[in-house]
């Protein structure tokens, strides 16, 4: 019974050991990537081509999700809003709340699923066929040529990404509250321009969608940089992106946003 | 697919989230009030300035004409000092202004509103506005409200 105790308590601290070799790890791989990112202002093609594979082909799923976001956002707050005769707030109230919190944050989450994981199995399948070793023995190095594009494609493109969401998604609630829900379009228009400000509001969204997209791409890289290169440890790393991205956006999102918006 | 459409798509890409930026910025942000140009500042002293804050509005007549940009409390005369960035284009109110603080609806925002008076000389840069009328504290009101109602009662 006693060995049995002390059996657990061993297990607790490797796991715990391994987690911090994995924070230390990625840290480190983190700045190595940063350093490597140099090497893009001499071959900006490959940057283009991550661009096209990270940004424009998530785009897509962006665009549905932020035009349904808005359109419900707009039905629930009508419904919400009505029983105070406060019904034209509506435009104002969707606006804050994809610019400060929704816009950053599903993207982010849409971004961790569509473009991390398949930034994860793409580097980590490159491990195992030993694709990157091949590289290093060509004398080209992996960081520079796989790694550092993919990394700065994903934290350029999430704020992009994030904009049109957030855009999209305006769109989206005028449609259901002025063309549907019969709203006049004044007070939707001139409530937000009166009430959001251009830099608490719409650039603060916007540091936060750079911090999610340089946390959501660094998770996904790495996950991919680190797997064990076998197909059960490819699953594994790709399903860790998610969840761990995932995660971390959410707490990011609760510190940034009482760092930004308590006063 | 061709490096060229990739490029292209890319380029396409980056546009659209320049052109939601800007949608952002000029229909649902107050960009426009940003760029209003010129402006000059003004101050006035209220007893009670209610719920007005930093970036409340300032209105003559119902029309926006500049934002509260600094609150102050003077602790020589107990008064409330707020400073306002009017927009260079409404410079002719005259010296006898009044400002006061006013509520839109019951239960909306506070924002200080200006009724010109009949001065020859205009308000410009830095001048302070006498004639000004505290915020309305629904509170009071209700108190005095009460208190007349109650002295009623007794006669």
Known sequence: MFNGLIDRIQHVGAATIHSFRRLGRGSVFLLEVIASCTSLFTRPRLLVKQLYSVGVQTLIIIIVAGLFVGMVMALQSYYALIDYGAEDSVGVMVALSLMRELGPVITALLFAGRAGSALTAEIGLMKATEQLSGMEMMAVNPMQRIVAPRFMAGVISMPLLATIFSAVGVIGAYLVAVELLGLDSGPFWSQPQNKVDLYLDLYNGIIKSVVFGVVATWIAVFEGYDCIPTSEGLGQATTRTVVHSSLAILFLDFVLTSLMFTK | MTSRKIEI???????????????????????????????????????????????????????????????????????????????????????????????????????????????????????????????????????????????????
């Open chain 2, 9 to 155: 798509l890319v380029g396409l890409f980056v546009a659209a989230a320049i052109a939601a930026f800007f949608m952002l910025a000029m229909q649902v942000s107050n960009m426009s009030s940003y760029g209003g140009g010129e402006k000059y500042e003004l101050k006035a002293r209220f007893d009670n300035i209610g719920g007005l804050k930093i970036r409340s509005p300032v209105s003559a007549g119902g029309v926006t004409i500049g934002r509260v940009t600094d609150i102050q409390y003077n602790s020589e005369t107990y008064e409330a000092v707020v400073s306002m960035a009017i927009d260079e284009q409404y410079n002719k109110f005259p010296l006898d202004t009044a400002a006061s603080i006013l509520t839109s609806g019951l239960l909306g925002e506070q924002f200080v509103g200006f009724e010109p008076g009949a001065e020859e000389e205009f308000l410009k840069q830095g001048d302070i506005i006498d004639l000004t009328q505290s915020a309305l504290v629904l509170e009071q009101i209700i108190g005095q409200f009460l208190y007349s109602k109650a002295d009623e009662g007794a006669e």
